[in-house]
């Protein structure tokens, strides 16, 4: 059977076991402390999660790879159209890479050190570029109600910030009810991470 690695609160591997329990796909999600130990860095050399661990021994990786992969092992179900929904999916994913980076360095007391060379605020920068995706997604109306890869990626970030430091996610309506709607699944249920503050 193949593996999935995760850590409880993540939320780039909460898409993917949701979408497992979803697409009920023959894989067994495999819960790794945090921070990553060694033995992580052995599966995926990022030491990041998830990966996918085929039962013929290859390893996929990063979340992108996994989610489409796990697609293609559900029978391509017409939910995710790649054509369509790839650039969406990919640009959510680096949100959430940039929200979590900003967080991270927050939460680490990380700041400048030295001369700001390049002349703006990292995190904040980050910040900036969440608040403008999120902004395009509502505009663009990229994300639809229902369980697609694009809205899954989108709830698991937005529920992820509610659960760790918070975010306006709330003020785009559109967005809202596809996050709301999805909150309710027995999926995401099963997946809730635990609460954590940042204090």
Not at 60 to 87: C, H, N
Not at 93 to 108: E, K
Not at 122 to 127: E, F, I, Q, V, Y
């Amino acid at each position: 059977m193949d593996k999935l690695t995760y850590f409880s609160g993540s939320p780039f591997a909460r898409m993917c076991r949701v979408m497992v329990i979803e697409w009920d796909l023959p894989v067994e999600p495999v819960e790794y402390a945090f921070p990553p130990g060694p033995d992580m860095f052995a599966i995926n050399p990022l030491g990041q999660v998830p990966a996918l661990i085929r039962g013929d021994g290859k390893t996929i990786f990063p979340t992108f790879l996994v989610l489409e992969a796990l697609w293609k092992m559900a029978g391509r179900p017409s939910t995710y159209d790649a054509d369509r929904d790839r650039q969406v999916l990919m640009t959510i994913l680096q949100m959430t890479d940039a929200y979590v980076a900003a967080c991270y360095q927050r939460w680490t007391g990380l700041g400048p050190v030295n001369r700001n060379a390049i002349g703006y605020d990292l995190a904040a920068r980050h910040l900036d570029r969440v608040n403008s995706t999120l902004n395009w997604l509502e505009t663009a109306g990229s994300v639809t109600p229902g369980v697609t890869l694009p809205g899954v990626a989108l709830a698991c970030l937005c529920l992820w910030a509610d659960a760790r430091d918070g975010l306006d996610w709330r003020r785009y309506p559109g967005l809202a009810i596809v996050v709301q709607d999805l909150d309710q699944r027995d999926s995401f249920a099963q997946t809730t991470p635990r609460v954590w503050r940042y204090e």
